[in-house]
């Protein structure tokens, strides 16, 4: 476990039994053929409030442990749904993360320059590589990526998908398969606002207003 994820077995002891004191999990001791036993780790089962990352993460060697848990970090304030969270200023982030503010910009400079982070405004955006949007490949899931990452390539924000689900069945009613939404997207809409809603989307795509919501907060309140 520790040559797996770049530490030493100190550090693996120190953190596994503390995470096991935290009942993040329980550990059972399995015989099987040969000398030495081996331990089986039990976690709970989640049904919200939880994230999914691809287990490239936890084997990219190019990413330092360090950063891997700032990552992490940062994924536990995102927006649900989405792979980015927003804040008031650097000061309020650094406290957020329980980071000094002196230092957090040299870790932002470190993820940034290795393209594991991106501003855009007061948002700060992970890589959906490493951090799926969706486990389930539902269509709406698939239109919700679309529009997500070609909100990303022209540097806007994408809209928040929980809110505004009913927008989303729309939408997908509308187009037969995500390349046919994406060509859409590139006619209708070459240039994108700052921070992109369902409702732009919808009178955009599908020229037509759809119900009213409520606008979700994002912002880091400290």
């Known amino acids: 476990m520790a040559e797996g994820l770049g530490v030493t077995d100190r550090t693996v002891r120190a953190y596994v039994e503390e995470l096991e004191q935290a009942n993040f999990f329980t550990i059972t001791k399995r015989y099987g053929i040969g000398e030495y036993a081996h331990n089986v780790y039990h976690l709970d089962y989640l049904s919200e409030d939880y994230f999914v990352i691809v287990p490239e993460f ?11 848990g700032l990552l992490l970090l940062m994924k536990t304030y995102c927006v649900k749904g989405t792979n980015y969270l927003q804040f008031s200023s650097k000061e309020a982030l650094a406290k957020l993360l329980h980071i000094g503010k002196n230092t957090l910009p040299i870790y932002l400079q470190e993820l940034e320059e290795n393209g594991l982070i991106r501003f855009i405004d007061d948002t700060l955006h992970l890589p959906c590589q490493y951090f799926k949007l969706s486990i389930i490949d539902g269509i709406d899931n698939r239109m919700y990526e679309t529009i997500y990452q070609y909100c990303l390539s022209k540097d806007s924000v994408p809209p928040y998908k929980d809110a505004d689900t009913y927008d989303i069945g729309a939408i997908t009613a509308h187009f037969d398969t ?14 994108l606002p700052r921070k992109v809603s369902f409702a732009y989307l919808t009178e955009t795509l599908l020229n037509k207003r759809i119900g009213t919501r409520v606008k979700p907060t994002y912002e880091i309140t400290l």
């Open 58 to 68: 936890i084997t990219e060697n190019s990413i330092t442990p360090h950063l891997k």
């Open 178 to 191: 995500p390349d046919d939404l994406l060509k859409t997207l590139e006619t209708r809409c070459p240039k």
